[in-house]
């Protein structure tokens, strides 16, 4: 089981449970004695459970993305590389395929056009 499994199985009772807290109109503290909860672990999933649903979810990676590589001619001093409409990237014939890579993914990212 995973960490991201295990930390799931355990969020998913306090979510409940505070849900129950919200609609019972009770105090946190006259909910957590009925229940028989410690208060200091309710604050905490309740912080946690807060913080968690307020990040942005993570933008989806592709797994895969079309490329299509054309031999550099010998002596060039620069590459092309086009992606998407409009967006061009003219880059040294020296630069390292990671360099390459670190570039494209980072305009994925959402980088400034």
């Given at each position: 089981?995973?960490?991201?499994?295990?930390?799931?199985?355990?969020?998913?009772?306090?979510?409940?449970?505070?849900?129950?807290?919200?609609?019972?109109?009770?105090?946190?503290?006259?909910?957590?004695?009925?229940?028989?909860?410690?208060?200091?672990?309710?604050?905490?999933?309740?912080?946690?459970?807060?913080?968690?649903?307020?990040?942005?979810?993570?933008a989806a990676t592709?797994?895969?993305?079309?490329?299509?590589?054309?031999?550099?001619p010998r002596g060039?001093?620069?590459?092309?590389?086009?992606?998407?409409?409009?967006?061009?990237?003219?880059?040294?014939?020296?630069?390292?395929?990671?360099?390459?890579?670190?570039?494209?993914?980072?305009?994925?990212?959402?980088?400034?056009?």
């Amino acid at each position: 089981m995973s960490n991201i499994e295990r930390g799931a199985a355990k969020e998913s009772p306090w979510r409940e449970l505070i849900g129950r807290q919200v609609a019972s109109g009770l105090s946190v503290r006259a909910f957590c004695r009925q229940e028989g909860v410690g208060e200091p672990s309710f604050y905490f999933w309740r912080r946690k459970i807060r913080t968690r649903d307020a990040e942005p979810a993570p933008a989806a990676t592709p797994a895969f993305v079309p490329a299509v590589v054309r031999e550099v001619p010998r002596g060039a001093e620069s590459i092309l590389v086009e992606w998407d409409p409009g967006l061009r990237l003219r880059l040294p014939a020296t630069i390292s395929a990671a360099w390459v890579a670190a570039l494209l993914r980072a305009v994925a990212a959402g980088g400034e056009r």
